[in-house]
């Protein structure tokens, strides 16, 4: 059955589905957004008591339901000067030290800084033996993305991709599922280091925003594209906690770290459920 899964994912035109699904999700007539919003709440059954808006069928349309914001009190942002905290809700796919280049995908797979990065050398020099986390947001999850830590935004750019889902399954049997799907890559000036967060794309999650950019793909180039660095939006210093952006349909971050700069606690592994603002760490503070 899984084999059957991924071999379908081949063989879907995936771009095209997720062009589809973005118009549907973004349509506000009632019958079309109330319908796909009372099946995914039947199906998924998502918390809605933590929303600013708890009612469902009160958002305009399927994706602003889907990207609804929360109550500030219902998470908790570490407050240590030291804490690395969780940027999403979800679940650590994998995590701990980059070995050279290479990070661990899942049992038996992985994938390098190099391609991660989109051949981007200077970078993956700096986070070479570093450490990483994983998250995965299951669609069920809250989709948008917070600061793990204090950070100024250095450098970002978008790399096109594929759309394979980036659930368990494919992860176990993609190679290089985290380096062939569409992402954007955002690099921040730390308090002593850099540190990134890759946001990667997934099947029907043709469209990633943050708040710099907006809405960066569907409809982007299809070549790696530099994102300008501007404060029009947003100011480029966000500090822990801060909203970055959102998947507009679940999918994944990825955190990259400096050798020596972050230090992962040791619970922080594949299956451990974490929710934006939980510590997952300690950061070098001198």
């Not at 200077?122 to 793990?148: C, D, E, K």
Request: aromatic share 10%; net charge positive.
């Amino acid at each position: 059955m899984n084999q059957l899964f991924i071999l379908m994912q081949y063989l879907l035109p995936k771009h095209l589905l997720s062009r589809g699904v973005h118009w549907l999700t973004r349509c506000e007539s009632a019958g079309v957004k109330d319908g796909l919003i009372n099946a995914f709440m039947n199906h998924f059954k998502p918390e809605m008591s933590d929303a600013v808006e708890p009612r469902p069928n009160s958002y305009a349309s399927f994706n602003a339901f889907f990207t609804r914001a929360l109550r500030p009190e219902s998470r908790v942002v570490a407050p240590e000067a030291e804490a690395l905290v969780s940027p999403v809700d979800g679940a650590v796919s994998e995590a701990g030290r980059i070995d050279g280049s290479k990070l661990l995908q899942a049992k038996g797979h992985h994938y390098t800084l190099q391609t991660l990065l989109s051949g981007a050398a200077p970078w993956a020099s700096r986070f070479t033996n570093g450490q990483f986390a994983t998250i995965y947001l299951a669609p069920f999850n809250y989709h948008r993305i917070h600061m793990p830590c204090d950070g100024t935004l250095r450098e970002a750019w978008y790399v096109p991709g594929d759309l394979f889902s980036v659930n368990a399954v494919t992860a176990q049997i993609v190679p290089n599922l985290f380096a062939r799907n569409e992402r954007v890559i955002l690099v921040f000036d730390g308090k002593f280091s850099s540190f990134t967060v890759v946001l990667v794309g997934a099947l029907f999650v043709g469209s990633m925003t943050t708040v710099w950019h907006g809405e960066i793909s569907p409809g982007h180039a299809r070549r790696v594209t530099q994102l300008p660095l501007a404060t029009r939006d947003a100011p480029l210093f966000l500090a822990k906690g801060a909203e970055l952006g959102r998947f507009n349909m679940g999918s994944t971050v990825v955190l990259l770290f400096e050798p020596g700069d972050a230090t992962l606690q040791d619970d922080i592994r594949a299956g451990r459920v974490v929710r934006m603002g939980e510590r997952l760490g300690g950061l070098r503070l001198g």
